[in-house]
């Protein structure tokens, strides 16, 4: 069993699927907060974990995918306040 991190399995999940199974870090974090006993620590094994994730994924209604697909992108970019310094 080969353990990788979840950024190599979004990579390899991603090359492996067809456009409808394509994933995000996202859906990915949420897979493990669902999921926990699965995935015990911060390693992932594509052996193990990729048909329980698909068959995860499938289940997902469209609407909620892309609910999961948007939070992504709220958390990745962070309006930040703009400071002026005077010097």
């Known amino acids: 069993m080969l353990l990788i991190s979840k950024e190599k399995f ?7 699927s067809p ?3 394509q994933a995000t870090l996202a ?8 999921k926990k006993p699965l995935l015990k620590d911060d390693s992932w ?3 193990k974990l990729r048909i329980p994730f698909i ?3 499938s ?3 469209e609407t909620k995918k892309k609910t999961i697909k948007k939070s992504e992108k ?4 962070k309006n930040y306040p ?6």
Do not use: I, V
């Open 10 to 16: 979004l990579e390899e999940h991603n090359k492996l």
């Open 19 to 21: 456009s409808n199974l």
């Open 27 to 34: 859906l990915l974090d949420r897979f493990k907060e669902e």
């Open 45 to 47: 094994c594509l052996d």
């Open 55 to 57: 068959s995860w994924l």
């Open 59 to 61: 289940s997902l209604p």
């Open 74 to 77: 709220a958390q990745s970019f």
């Open 82 to 87: 703009e400071t002026h310094y005077e010097g």
